[in-house]
């Protein structure tokens, strides 16, 4: 059973910052990407970033310019500035395989206003 191991979330208050780091396995072989989604509270979930094998990036139109995602071997980053109320959310880290996806547990971000 592959785990992702994610830490960082917490309360903040809004124009703060926050990182979130998620570590999956070395194991785990060929990763495709690796990335955050989040849920805010009674919406779905939504991709907030993405980083590929290749270092390439994709960003939620909400997050740009604030967010930076980067990566170091099978760990993953997520550097959030000038949080916003609208940010909070669980944070799911996410690994993408060509032949499945995997999960993290989720970690709470609350930010306030």
């Known amino acids: 059973q592959v785990q992702l191991v994610e830490s960082g979330g917490g309360l903040v208050q809004a124009g703060g910052s926050l990182r979130l780091s998620c570590a999956a396995p070395?194991?785990?072989?060929?990763?495709?990407?690796m990335g955050w989604f989040r849920r805010p509270p009674g919406k779905e979930r939504e991709l907030v970033a993405r980083?590929?094998?290749?270092?390439s990036t994709d960003y939620a139109d909400s997050v740009k310019g604030r967010f930076t995602i980067s990566r170091d071997k099978s760990t993953i980053y997520l550097q959030m500035n000038s949080l916003k109320p609208e940010d909070t959310a669980v944070y799911y880290c996410?690994?993408?395989?060509?032949?499945?996806?995997?999960w993290g547990q989720g970690t709470q971000v609350t930010v306030s206003s």
């Open positions: 070395r194991s785990i072989g060929i990763i495709n990407s």
């Open positions: 980083i590929t094998s290749s270092e």
């Open positions: 996410n690994l993408h395989r060509i032949d499945r996806d995997y």
